[in-house]
C-alpha cells in the first residue's frame, strides 16, 4: 500500500496569512492526488484533484502543486472560513487509495 | 440539487451484519463510479470500497475483503455496502462518494453523503 506523511498535523495561523501543507507519498503517484477540507460533523469536501487542478466553484486562494512523491497546499490570504481540517489523498490505479492523517488549521 | 443520501447505521452486536444505502439524485449515476469510505478517530479516513459505474468492477479495502460486498442498482440511482462479520474496529462514521470524472475508475471524490454512523458494540 502507498503510504502518506502529511505535515504539520496541526498548523496555527491568523486570518490573511499564507499556509502551505505538504503531503509525501511511498510511491510516485505520479498527479493523482486530491485535497479535501473538513469541518466537525460534516462530510470532506474536494478542493484539489490531479494535484493542481481547482474544483469547480472552490476560491482561487487554494492552490496544488507538485508531482511524482511530493505536493503542496496553498492556501493565500487566510479566511475565516478556512478553519478546518485537510486531508490529502492518492488514487493512483494500484488499490487501495489512502489519505493522509490531516492537517488541523487554528486560528492563532 | 445533485446529493447523496446514506441510510442504514445503527448499533449492532461484534458479528453481525448491516446494510447500508446511498441513494443519489441529481446527477447521472450508472455513468460514474462509487466509493465507501469510513471515518473513525482511531484511523482517520479509510476508502472501504470501489465499484465501477457499470457495476463491472468491485474493489475492497484489506480490512473489509471477504466480509463487506458493494453492489449498485443503477435502476433506483443507489449504492449499497453490505456489512457482514462486524468487528469492534469497523465502528465508524460511513461515506458514500461519486467520482469526479464520468466513466473512469481511479478518482478523486467530489460529491459525498452526509454519512452514517455504524457502532460495533457488545
Known amino acids: 500500500d502507498i503510504q502518506m506523511t502529511q505535515s504539520p498535523s496541526t498548523l496555527s495561523a491568523s486570518v490573511g496569512d499564507t499556509v502551505t501543507i505538504t503531503c509525501r507519498t511511498s510511491q510516485n503517484i505520479i498527479s493523482w492526488l486530491a485535497w479535501y477540507q473538513q469541518k466537525p460533523g460534516k462530510a470532506p469536501k474536494l478542493l484539489i484533484y490531479?494535484?493542481?487542478t481547482l474544483q469547480s466553484g472552490v476560491p482561487s486562494r487554494f492552490s496544488g502543486s507538485g508531482s511524482g512523491t511530493e505536493f503542496t497546499l496553498t492556501i493565500s490570504s487566510l479566511q475565516p472560513d478556512d478553519f478546518a481540517t485537510y486531508y490529502c489523498q492518492q488514487y493512483n490505479s494500484n488499490y487501495p487509495w489512502t489519505f493522509g492523517q490531516g492537517t488541523k488549521v487554528e486560528i492563532k | 440539487q445533485a446529493q447523496l443520501v446514506e441510510s442504514g447505521g445503527g448499533v449492532v452486536q461484534p458479528g453481525g451484519s448491516l446494510r447500508l444505502s446511498c441513494a443519489a439524485s441529481?446527477?447521472?449515476?450508472?455513468?460514474?463510479?462509487m466509493n465507501w469510505v469510513r471515518q473513525s478517530p482511531r484511523k482517520g479516513l479509510e476508502w472501504v470500497a470501489f465499484?465501477?459505474?457499470?457495476?463491472?468492477?468491485?474493489k475492497y479495502a484489506d480490512s473489509v475483503k471477504g466480509r463487506f460486498t458493494i453492489s449498485r442498482d443503477n435502476s433506483k440511482n443507489t449504492v449499497y455496502l453490505q456489512m457482514n462479520s462486524l468487528r469492534l474496529e469497523d465502528t465508524a462514521v460511513y461515506f458514500c462518494?461519486?467520482?469526479?470524472?464520468?466513466?473512469?475508475?481511479?478518482?478523486?471524490?467530489?460529491?459525498w453523503g452526509q454519512g452514517t454512523v455504524v457502532t460495533v458494540s457488545s
Open positions: 462518494a461519486k467520482d469526479t470524472t464520468q466513466l473512469w475508475d481511479h478518482d478523486a471524490f467530489d460529491m
Open positions: 465499484i465501477r459505474y457499470d457495476g463491472g468492477t468491485e
Open positions: 490531479k494535484a493542481s
Open positions: 441529481g446527477f447521472t449515476f450508472n455513468r460514474y463510479a
